[in-house]
Nanobody, 123 residues
Framework: QVQLVESGGGLVQAGGSLRLSCAASGRTFSSYAMAWFRQAPGKQRAFVARITMGGLTTTYADPVKGRFTISRDNAKNTVYLQMNTLKPDDTAVYYC????????????????WGQGTQVTVSS
């Protein structure tokens, strides 16, 4: 069992930056690939980025490539999402997820979810 708690959301102007954090409980954090998803009002939860257990390989959704960076610190049981050059379209609730790297980009196959943190980007 893994419990995930996100933090770092807030209100930012377009072009600004935010860093989200996701703290995991339990001693098995390094056994899971981690990912970030986001859900805008009226839309389905969408994959944003994922990272392997060891942190060496990452994948990004096209809308965030070149602007967002996912990373993890297994010693701190924490995964991060650095978000730069934010746009109003990035406004959403951002969720941390844990699972298998091969399947974690599919929201239906995520094993554990955090409660989400709101990110609002003003124009």
């Amino acid at each position: 069992q893994v419990q995930l708690v996100e933090s770092g959301g807030g209100l930012v102007q377009a072009g600004g930056s935010l860093r989200l954090s996701c703290a995991a409980s339990g001693r098995t954090f390094s056994s899971y690939a981690m990912a970030w998803f986001r859900q805008a009002p009226g839309k389905q939860r969408a994959f944003v980025a994922r990272i392997t257990m060891g942190g060496l390989t990452t994948t990004y959704a096209d809308p965030v490539k070149g602007r967002f960076t996912i990373s993890r610190d297994n010693a701190k049981n924490t995964v991060y999402l650095q978000m730069n050059t934010l746009k109003p379209d990035d406004t959403a609730v951002y969720y941390c997820a844990a699972g298998s790297y091969l399947t974690i980009a599919d929201r239906q196959l995520v094993q554990f979810w955090g409660q989400g943190t709101q990110v609002t980007v003003s124009s």
